[in-house]
């Protein structure tokens, strides 16, 4: 059993920031990818950014240049720094944690980020 605990969600102004962590807890030793993803309503959940343990990254070229995706392994924990926020940013954001780049993984439960002036 996986557990992903998410937070660091919340409102912003265009142009914001924000920083949201997902701690992972549980049977978790072999799995080596973490990340986020997201849903705007309508849309489909898209990938945000991946880090491997050894700090290889996997951006969507949306968020390039204004996301940093980080990770503390002795914490078992990752950080999603979000700059320059835009409102087409906003979405529920999901934790992701896999085995491999290829694994569909195990998610928490979201955490809701709205950008709006």
């Known amino acids: 059993q996986v557990q992903l605990v998410e937070s660091g969600g919340g409102l912003v102004q265009p142009g914001g920031s924000l920083r949201l962590s997902c701690a992972a807890s549980?049977?978790?030793?072999?799995?080596?990818?973490m990340g986020w993803y997201r849903q705007a309503p309508g849309k489909q959940r898209e990938l945000v950014a991946l880090?491997?343990?050894?700090?290889?990254?996997n951006y969507a070229d949306s968020v390039k240049g204004r996301f940093t995706i980080s990770r503390d392994n002795a914490k078992n924990t990752v950080y999603l720094q979000m700059n320059s926020l835009k409102p087409e940013d906003t979405a529920v954001y999901y934790c992701?944690?896999?085995?491999?780049?290829?694994?569909?993984?195990?998610w928490g439960q979201g955490t809701q980020v709205t950008v709006s002036s």
């Open positions: 549980g049977s978790i030793l072999s799995f080596d990818v």
């Open positions: 880090i491997a343990r050894g700090g290889i990254t």
């Open positions: 992701n944690l896999r085995a491999t780049w290829i694994d569909v993984g195990s």
